[in-house]
C-alpha cells in the first residue's frame, strides 16, 4: 500500500516534528523475573517454564532482586530519582502470548523517575528527558504457521512459545522531545544509540536489537509550526535496528503531513515498521490506559530499595560512554570531529587497544585516522573490518620508532599483514623490508651515485649544497626506498664534501 508522503526537507516548513521513545530491554538475568526458569536465549518451545510464568492458578510471583538492581542501576546511569516506595501493577489484557491475562508490570509508582540524556548530532547537544524507567516482564511469542503467505492473516494456525514469557523487561520512558525540527530522526537515532551503549557499559543486557533484547517503540506527531498544542502521535512498534529509529520518524513525519495537509486527522494508533521499503502501516487503534484497568499487584510486596543499596549502586557505576569520549579525546588530543568519526566507525576500541599494545596516542591515531581509514575506504569495508589487530598496528608503530623501517616501508608491512602473512616484524623479515644501516650494500649504492653524477658533484662542492638531493634520491632509487634518507645524506656529506 503506498500513501502520499510529502517531502522530507517540505514537511518542516509547515510543521515541527515531536518524538517520544519507549525502549525495552530485556536484562541479561540468570532467571526469569518472578520464578526461577533460565532465561538463555534459543532453546526448544516451551522448555523452559513453570507455574508462575505460565501463570497457572496458587503459583506466586517472587521478585528477582537482580533485575532489581539492573533496574536502579539504569535510573542512575541516567541521572533518575530513585523511588524510596514503589509497586508493581497488573496490565490487564487479552492476547495469547500472554499466560496469564494481565503483564506484570509498574504503572504510577516506577522505581525511576525525571533523568535525562544528552545525545549529540552534528556538533548540537539535544537533552532528552527521561520520563520514568520501570520493570515489568517480558510476553511470550507468537509463531504464525502455514497458509498461502505464512503471514499472521492468512496462516492456518498459530503456536505460542513461553520461553520468552516472563524475562524482566526495563521500559526506558523519554519526555515528549521538540525543538529537534529537521534533525528529528537522527536525535531519535542517537538516543537509542547512546542509551544502548550506557546499557552496554553496565552490563545489564547484551542489547542485541536483531535478537530483540532492545526493542524500540518510536512515537512521531506534526504540530503547525507556531502551534501551542502538540499534535496526535502514532506510535511504531518493536523498531529493530538503530537505521530503522531513525527511518520510521522519517516516514511518519512525510506520511503524517500528507494527512494533515489534505485536511485529515491523525489517529493515535500503532503502526508496523517495514524493513524492506522503510514504510510503516497501521496497527491497532491505542488503548488508552484505562483500558487497561491498571490496579497494584496483590501477590508481590512493593520495593523499598534502602538508600545506603542505592547509594553503593551509584558509587559502583563504571565510566559511561559520555565520560569515556571527553576522556579519550583529552588522551589522544582528538578534535571533536575525529572523535564523531571514530565513535561512528564503531572504531574507540582499536584505538584504545593499540595504545594499550603499547603505541603512542599520537601513533594510533596517525595510524587508524590515516593509512588504515584510507585502506578501509579503498576496500569499501568498515575500518573495523581490515584484517589487522590492534597488537599489530602497535607493533608497526614500534618498527618505525625503532627505526627499522621507515613511514614507506611500514606500509608495505602493512601490505602483508593485511595480506595475511603474518605479523608486521615477520613480515618485514620475509619481504626484506628493513631500512638499510650504514651497510656494505649502502656504502656501495653511495659510491656508485657519485661515480654516476660528477657534474652534480662538481656542483655542490662548488658551494650549491642542495644539489645534493639528486644524489640522495639515487641513492634512495638504487636502494629501492629501503635507505634512511638522513643517513644516506650524511654519507654523502662525508665523502663529497669531505665533512
Ligand atoms: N504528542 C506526542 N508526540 C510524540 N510523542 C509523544 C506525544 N505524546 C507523548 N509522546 C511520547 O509517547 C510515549 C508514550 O509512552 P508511554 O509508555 O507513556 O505510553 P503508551 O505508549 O500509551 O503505553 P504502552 O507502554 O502501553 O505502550 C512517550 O515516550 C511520550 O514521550
Ligand atoms: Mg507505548
Ligand atoms: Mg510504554
Not at 491475562?101 to 548530532?121: K, M, N, R, W
Not at 503502526?271 to 491498571?294: C, L, M, Q
Request: aromatic share 6%; net charge negative; proline share 5%.
Amino acid at each position: 500500500m503506498s500513501e502520499p508522503l510529502v517531502e522530507f526537507d517540505d514537511v518542516l516548513t509547515r510543521y515541527e516534528p515531536v518524538i517520544g521513545l519507549e525502549t525495552h530491554v530485556e536484562l541479561g538475568t540468570e532467571s526469569k523475573m518472578f520464578c526461577g526458569c533460565t532465561t538463555a536465549f534459543g532453546a526448544e518451545p516451551n522448555t523452559q517454564t513453570c507455574p508462575v510464568c505460565l501463570g497457572l492458578p496458587g503459583s506466586l510471583p517472587v521478585a528477582n532482586a537482580a533485575a532489581v538492581e539492573s533496574t536502579i542501576r539504569i535510573g542512575l546511569a541516567l541521572g533518575c530519582r530513585i523511588a524510596s516506595w514503589s509497586r508493581f501493577a497488573r496490565k490487564n489484557y487479552f492476547y495469547p502470548d500472554i499466560p496469564k491475562g494481565f503483564q506484570t508490570s509498574q504503572y504510577d509508582e516506577p522505581l525511576c523517575t525525571a533523568g535525562h540524556l544528552d545525545v549529540e548530532v552534528d556538533g548540537e547537544t539535544y537533552r532528552v528527558e527521561i520520563e520514568r524507567v520501570h520493570l515489568e516482564e517480558d510476553t511470550g511469542k507468537n509463531l504464525h504457521v502455514g497458509g498461502a503467505t505464512g503471514r499472521i492473516h492468512g496462516a492456518e494456525y498459530s503456536l505460542v512459545d513461553f520461553n520468552r514469557a516472563g524475562i524482566p523487561l526495563v521500559e526506558i520512558v523519554t519526555r515528549p522531545v521538540a525543538g529537534a525540527g529537521a534533525k528529528a530522526p537522527e536525535v531519535a537515532r542517537a538516543y537509542v544509540t547512546e542509551l544502548r551503549e550506557i546499557i552496554q557499559t553496565l552490563g545489564a543486557s547484551d542489547v542485541r536489537m536483531e535478537q530483540g533484547s532492545l526493542r524500540c517503540d518510536v512515537n512521531t506527531s506534526l504540530a503547525p509550526v507556531g502551534s501551542l498544542e502538540w499534535g496526535t502521535r502514532t506510535e511504531t512498534k518493536n523498531v529493530n535496528s538503530l537505521r530503522s529509529v531513525e527511518r520510521a520518524v522519517r516516514y511518519e513525519m512525510r506520511r503524517q503531513a500528507a494527512v494533515l495537509d489534505a485536511g485529515g486527522r491523525i489517529v493515535q494508533e500503532t503502526r508496523h515498521f517495514h524493513e524492506d521499503t522503510g514504510s510503516t502501516s497501521p496497527g491497532r487503534s491505542k488503548e488508552e490506559a484505562t483500558d487497561y484497568r491498571y490496579f497494584p499487584e496483590p501477590d508481590l510486596v512493593p520495593l523499598a530499595p534502602d538508600a545506603e543499596w542505592v547509594e553503593k549502586l551509584a558509587a559502583g557505576l563504571p565510566e559511561l560512554p559520555a565520560a569515556r569520549r571527553a576522556r579519550l579525546r583529552e588522551e589522544w588530543g582528538l578534535s571533536a570531529t575525529e572523535m564523531a568519526w571514530l565513535v561512528n566507525a564503531g572504531a574507540l576500541g582499536v584505538v584504545e587497544g593499540t595504545v594499550a599494545a603499547g603505541a603512542s596516542p599520537a601513533d594510533a591515531r596517525k595510524w587508524w585516522l590515516g593509512e588504515l581509514a584510507r585502506r578501509a575506504n579503498d576496500a569499501g569495508v568498515e575500518l573495523t573490518a581490515l584484517p589487522v589487530t590492534p597488537r599489530q598496528v602497535a607493533e608497526l608503530s614500534a618498527l618505525v620508532a625503532e627505526g627499522t623501517v621507515n613511514d614507506q616501508l611500514a606500509r608495505q608491512a602493512l601490505d602483508g599483514v593485511l595480506a595475511g602473512e603474518g605479523d608486521p616484524r615477520a613480515v618485514v623479515e620475509s619481504r626484506g623490508l628493513a631500512v638499510l644501516g650504514e651497510s656494505d650494500e649502502l656504502v656501495a649504492a653511495v659510491d656508485v651515485a657519485i661515480a654516476g653524477a660528477p657534474d652534480v658533484v662538481a656542483k655542490v662542492q662548488g658551494g650549491k649544497v642542495q644539489a645534493l638531493g639528486a644524489l640522495v634520491g639515487a641513492v634512495m632509487k638504487a636502494t629501492r626506498g629501503k635507505a634512511d634518507a638522513a643517513t644516506v645524506r650524511r654519507m654523502l656529506e662525508e665523502r663529497v664534501l669531505g665533512s
